[in-house]
């Protein structure tokens, strides 16, 4: 009896269409189902980082209650700081903290504007510029503790020859112009990296325009490429003083540890963070401990704020 054979496989346009159909429709759900599950996983991840960012709050002002109910406002404004006598006040570093912070940014905006420019607009390509992008960013690599250690070496022995010099009665070299100096070389390269990236996005043609119109290569930078980099180079600048604020280590090796309100700019003083940093682990009481949190609270207020403001000029610079 003859063996039957298989029916040829009916190939025709009508079904090579469904079957490439099918295979798109297919194709189309799992890119669907890949995006859902992207888009879900950034939701997630954004509302982990609010939820920490809220539950870090949380924390330090629950650790903070005994301070706040003993203290209350006393402790902002207050001017003496003696565990001994629990007495709190935290005026001194708060004064500490942000004179040594603005007047870091004050000194390092020259430089950093100064190296954002050369590498963005005059030099952004070749050797030098390669060892100069380089060096900036080793700036920022380098552990704090060094920049601490130098200061000690270096910078502090500078700083009391120019005391010496201006006649100062205790030339001891640490203090808070010491700390702002050494502040600003870690702070540059954060302003210098982020200005340079956004000065090299300025379109080439609004460049060539200002060259049209008889515009030297000054005026080209003071007209177009600063006003249309503003919003950036400003974002920088913030990004430089939220580095300033939050800066322990070296800080706490170079500003003198002096828990009395400074009396001029070569004065000791104290930071919030370096105070935290000093004195935590010496704590052996429950309102001195509290009293340092809230330390850390103020501190995570202040940098808060200050981003905010910072963010509400950004967005004005932007908008204008």
């Known amino acids: 009896m003859p063996t039957s054979l298989p029916a040829p496989a009916i190939s025709t346009p009508a079904v090579r269409d469904t079957v490439n159909i099918r295979r798109r429709i297919r194709r189309a759900f799992r890119q669907i189902r890949t995006e859902t599950v992207f888009k879900q996983a950034l939701v997630i991840s954004g509302l982990l980082l609010v939820i920490l960012v809220l539950g870090i709050l949380l924390t330090l002002i629950t650790q903070s209650v005994p301070s706040i ?168 600048i913030l990004l430089s003083l939220g580095r300033a604020l939050g800066e322990t280590m070296a800080v706490t090796m170079i500003i003198g540890n002096s828990s009395i309100l400074p009396k001029n700019l070569f004065a000791p003083g104290n930071t919030m963070a370096s105070v935290i940093a000093n004195e935590f682990t010496e704590a052996d009481k429950t309102v001195y401990l509290s009293a340092l949190i809230e330390l850390g609270l103020a501190l995570f207020l202040v940098t808060v704020v200050i981003n905010i403001i910072g963010k509400k000029i950004i967005d004005r610079l932007t908008n204008d």
């Open 69 to 236: 109910r003993l203290l209350g406002f006393r402790f902002i404004w207050g001017s003496t700081w003696n565990p001994v006598k629990d007495v709190y006040g935290a005026f001194p570093f708060l004064l500490g903290t942000l004179l040594t912070s603005f007047l870091a940014l004050l000194i390092s905006i020259p430089f950093s504007m100064a190296i954002a420019i050369f590498l963005g607009d005059y030099y952004p390509t070749g050797w030098f510029a390669s060892l100069l992008k380089n060096a900036v960013e080793l700036i920022a690599a380098v552990p704090s503790v060094i920049y601490g250690f130098w200061g000690l070496a270096v910078l502090v022995p500078m700083v009391r020859g120019l005391e010496v010099r201006l006649g100062m009665q205790q030339p001891l070299g640490v203090g808070i112009f010491s700390a702002s100096l050494i502040l600003s070389i870690m702070i540059i390269p954060y302003a210098a990296s982020l200005g340079r990236s956004m000065i090299q996005m300025v379109p080439g043609h609004l460049k060539e325009a200002a060259y049209g119109l008889g515009a030297t290569r000054w005026e080209m930078i003071r007209h177009v490429v600063l006003p249309y980099t503003r919003s950036g180079l400003f974002a920088g």
